[in-house]
Nanobody
Framework: QVQLVESGGGLVQAGGSLRLSCAAS????????MGWFRQGPGKVREFVAR????????YYADAVKGRFTISRDGAENTVYLQMNNLKPEDTAVYYC?????????????????WGEGTLVTVSS
């Protein structure tokens, strides 16, 4: 069992920045791919970004490419999402994701564990 705890959400004006963090626990010594999804008001949950267990590859949704950066702590299963030049359409609950057992993709059904989410609100 893996537990994911997100932090860093909040209210920011358009053009501003936020940094989300997600700490994973429950699998000592194990490393796995991690990522972020989001769900806006009245929308389905969508992929944002993911990073491989080694950190040597990252993947982004087109909507955030060039504005968001995913990274991870080399020694811990902690992942970060630096969000710059935020837009009102980025308003959503952001969920941390862990890919432990299967092949990681941009589909939500490839995620094995979810965090509870952290709200990001971008005002215009």
């Amino acid at each position: 069992q893996v537990q994911l705890v997100e932090s860093g959400g909040g209210l920011v004006q358009a053009g501003g920045s936020l940094r989300l963090s997600c700490a994973a626990s429950g699998r000592p010594g194990g490393r796995f791919g991690m990522g972020w999804f989001r769900q806006g008001p009245g929308k389905v949950r969508e992929f944002v970004a993911r990073i491989t267990w080694s950190g040597d590859a990252t993947y982004y949704a087109d909507a955030v490419k060039g504005r968001f950066t995913i990274s991870r702590d080399g020694a811990e299963n902690t992942v970060y999402l630096q969000m710059n030049n935020l837009k009102p359409e980025d308003t959503a609950v952001y969920y941390c994701a862990a890919y432990v057992w299967g092949v990681a993709t941009e589909m939500s059904n490839s995620v094995d564990y979810w965090g509870e989410g952290t709200l990001v609100t971008v005002s215009s």
